[in-house]
């Protein structure tokens, strides 16, 4: 079962960052409020770059909200990648060895001189 789970391990960080980045896209939302004055400096800078140029303003905004599921994404996968190799490294110990594909290539040095 366990195996199963780690080899989908981007179906499973995709998952993972799916609940975490809803989480974070409601608990930390743009910090643009919708009252008539600014409530903070970083409003009020927000406020300015709106008016300055939009373009800037909607890219600031789709940047926020895109790394807010982007950035779980990096490391539920990192994470789970980790978890990934350290099992394999473990069968390895224990020579039942499913995770051959992980093992580095002999370069063909040898310890017998010739």
Known sequence: MIQRVINSKNFLAVLLTLVTGTA????????????LAPQTWSEY?????????????AGLKASYQVMLFTTPYIGYSFL?????????????QQSRSPCHHIRFWNLGISSASS
């Open 24 to 35: 974070l896209y409601f608990k930390m939302p743009w910090p643009m409020t919708a009252s």
């Open 45 to 57: 800078f927000l406020r300015l770059i709106a008016l300055r140029d939009p373009w800037t303003y």
């Open 80 to 92: 789970l990648s980790a978890l990934y190799i350290l099992r394999c490294a473990r069968d390895d």
